[in-house]
């Protein structure tokens, strides 16, 4: 089987979100699993490429904006794998994202794939987000024979842009869906296009297929998904267990494993970031971790911020990692400012802290609005440290209240706060439950083994005639 992966972020050469770890864990892991998979990606000025040899493997014009552009492919590997990544080079449209970059490389990989530049030929295109939504109509649109799968990560971010992107790459803009769509503005998008087009889709949990079905969650585009709804499902995303890994991240002080000495591990990681973090060094107080974007549509900052400021904040420590909207950077700097010995924010990422977070943290909170899959609780369950998370799309496949972790059901900073102070009293009075949560939290099969299976199923479904065509 053979899988060209068409993706705009890829750790560790260039990374904005978690889509950037997908890219790089599944791939790994289809490969691992007799999958040809190779990745396609723009050859952005901002990509890291970490000294590795890049070779020259093709170049080619593509005429965009009714202009002949010259693009370069590059072939580089994963860095510990030998999995070819295509890194594809315009000095005007992909070096820096513009509203032209995503048009422009959805095109570059049509043309790549119709003159078979890459002396490859897969038979399937697996596109990720609105960055690739418009592979699967120029695809169709111009009779190509490969089968294509869009995945959704985020439904929230869809890819507006004005039609002229679409004039630009030479389609005809009746193809679009927005012509039935939008009758003012006109503008096309992407996400939306994917999805119509595509021959399957799939988001990244179960239960956020599910949710995209409904207006609450469906950003607008629910009824087009509804009516799509024969060919969307639902795939629990993997983290990689080889990087993350508390036996051996190197990024931590104490190492431990669910084998290992996990409470004891635990409590010296939590003394040392108690210490790092100016706070008291204390085993009475909860150390309640958070690590994420800073965006608020998605992410419960908000919640989060007035249950913080409400509780009485001697009994808690929390330590904030996060980076995004201002706003939010502002006043979680405000408390921290504040509240020095009992809460720090970081605000600029870094993955040492981040370990060590996961690492010491008793609990994380994960008070997401609505999260399509979410990696975090799942490293920290990896870690040891139990989720407290609102009871959405991949948080509520992902963790079993009472069991490995804690779920509130409704958006309210109320329903958060009781829910960790309840979390916190188990803490306090009853050890020998938490220590049990614990355990069962860090041997939760989060492989990306098991996820990798269900995409071939997906894969062997579109290669079977009868199934989409
Ligand atoms: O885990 C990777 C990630 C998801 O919930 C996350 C999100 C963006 O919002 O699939 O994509």
């Not at 750790?11 to 691992?32: E, I, S, T």
């Amino acid at each position: 089987m053979k899988v060209l992966f068409a993706v705009w972020e890829l750790v560790p050469f260039f990374q904005v979100g978690g889509l950037g770890d997908v890219a790089k864990a599944l791939p790994k892991n289809l490969h691992r699993q007799g999958v040809d998979v190779r990745v396609i990606l723009p050859f952005y000025k901002a990509l890291k490429l970490h000294r590795l040899q890049k070779k020259e493997i093709k170049k080619f014009t593509a005429i965009y904006d009714g202009k002949k552009q010259k693009v370069t492919i590059f072939q580089i590997h994963f860095l510990d794998e030998n999995i070819p990544v295509y890194i594809l080079k315009n000095e005007k449209w992909l070096d820096i994202p513009s509203r032209d970059t995503f048009s422009f490389y959805n095109l570059c990989v049509y043309e790549i794939l119709k003159n078979n530049y890459l002396s490859w030929i897969p038979e399937i295109v697996h596109c990720h987000d609105h960055h690739t939504g418009l592979i699967p109509l120029l695809i169709k649109h111009n009779n190509l024979k490969f089968k294509t799968l869009l995945t959704i990560h985020n439904l929230n971010h869809q890819g507006k842009y004005s039609l002229d992107v679409i004039k630009r790459t030479g389609l005809d803009h009746s193809k679009c869906r927005v012509i039935q769509w939008e009758t003012k503005k006109k503008q096309v998008n992407f996400l939306l296009e994917g999805i119509i087009h595509a021959d399957l889709v799939n988001a990244v949990s179960p239960s956020y297929a599910k949710e995209i079905l409904t207006e609450e969650y469906g950003c607008g585009l629910d009824e087009i998904i509804r009516n799509e709804g024969q060919k969307i499902s639902g795939i629990l995303n993997g983290i990689d267990y080889d990087s993350r890994d508390p036996v051996h991240d190197k990024n931590i002080n104490y190492h431990y494993g669910v084998n290992d000495s996990p409470i004891q591990g635990k409590h010296l990681n939590k003394k040392f970031l108690q210490d790092k973090l100016g706070f008291t060094v204390s085993d009475d107080i909860p150390l309640i971790g958070f690590i994420g974007r800073f965006e608020s549509k998605q992410k419960g900052l908000d919640i989060m911020h007035k249950m913080i400021r409400r509780v009485n904040l001697q009994k808690f420590q929390f330590v904030i990692l996060g980076q995004g909207e201002i706003e939010w950077e502002d006043q979680f700097l405000w408390l921290a400012s504040f509240y020095k010995k009992n809460v720090a924010y970081i605000s600029v990422f870094d993955k040492k802290i981040a370990s060590q977070i996961y690492a010491a943290s008793d609990f994380l909170l994960v008070p997401s609005r609505f999260e399509p899959c979410g990696l975090i609780q799942m490293i920290a369950m990896r870690y040891g440290t139990l989720p407290i998370a609102r009871e959405t799309g991949g948080l509520k496949d992902s963790i079993i209240d009472g069991v490995d972790g804690f779920l509130f059901k409704k958006y309210s900073s109320f329903d958060l706060e009781m829910v960790m102070k309840k979390a916190v009293a188990i803490w306090k009075n009853d050890k020998n439950k938490i220590n049990e949560m614990i355990v069962n939290a860090m041997k939760k099969d989060f492989t990306w083994d098991k996820s990798a299976r269900e995409y071939i199923k997906l894969y062997n479904k579109l290669c079977s005639p009868s199934e989409t065509s």
